[in-house]
């Protein structure tokens, strides 16, 4: 999150006071750092949408601007961090904002709380399970860890796979499971072709702890656009708190 005081130096509060008056003042400081902020968000989604591979609509709309108010000139840019369902992108963008290792996914903690995984083990998906944004989606994964008993680690309700006929008819606890083939552990679905029954892995565990380069460096990007428009901000704030001053 970048927050945007407009709380400036002497020079511009003595220009401001002699330009619009003390009554309008903290109309204008707002204004200037809301458009700030609106212009940091701009930025930063032209960056993530470049740099970043296929971003979700999800993602892209996470992004929000809290707007300053005259009692306090104070605008905010960041990601939201709440969801009803889902982690939110304030969660999962961390490693494109940050770089360095990555902690565990609540996936991979619910396989090494039911001891499908070991503690120091990564699931790393595999391509061929992958979406059009890259991604394994949350119904495979909450499919997976059904089928595997792994389901209420996470879900904190009944969902895991069972003997009962409509979980038989889902098949998840048939499709997938854990373990070794060819050498490689991870997790693998069962599948029918023209010759034969075969499988494929899903997720692929590594030994190796995930890092990250930084892909999205937020506060740099924000800094560099509040430095290159706050002047041209606070002259436009003026003229505005001027012409509906009263």
């Excluded at 949408?49 to 905010?76: C, F, M, W």
């Amino acid at each position: 999150m970048l927050q945007i005081d407009a709380r400036t130096n002497i020079e511009e509060l003595s220009k401001a006071l002699r330009t619009v008056g003390e009554k309008q003042l903290p109309f204008a400081f707002a204004l200037m750092a809301t458009r700030l902020a609106v212009l940091v968000k701009k930025g930063e989604l032209s960056v993530l949408k470049a740099r970043i591979d296929r971003p979700t609509t999800t993602t892209l709309n996470s992004l929000y601007v809290k707007p300053a108010k005259p009692g306090n000139p104070e605008a905010r840019t960041f990601f939201k961090d709440a969801w009803t369902s889902g982690v939110p992108a304030d969660t999962y963008l961390q490693q494109a904002v940050k770089g360095g290792r990555r902690p565990h996914k609540r996936f991979e903690k619910a396989l090494i709380a039911k001891g499908i995984m070991k503690s120091g083990q990564y699931a790393l998906p595999a391509a061929s399970a992958l979406n059009q944004f890259g991604n394994v989606p949350r119904g495979t994964i909450m499919k997976i860890l059904s089928g595997l008993g792994a389901a209420e680690t996470v879900s904190g309700v009944q969902a895991n796979a069972t003997g009962s006929k409509r979980s038989k008819r889902k098949g998840n606890a048939q499709k997938y499971f854990a373990g070794e083939v060819g050498g490689t552990q991870g997790v693998w679905e069962r599948k029918k072709t023209a010759w034969g029954d075969a499988v494929r892995p899903v997720f692929i565990f590594s030994d190796g702890e995930p890092g990250y380069r930084v892909i999205l460096p937020f506060y740099k990007i924000a800094d560099n656009i509040v430095k290159a428009n706050r002047i041209r901000e606070f002259q436009s704030a003026m003229d505005t708190a001027l012409a509906t001053k009263r």
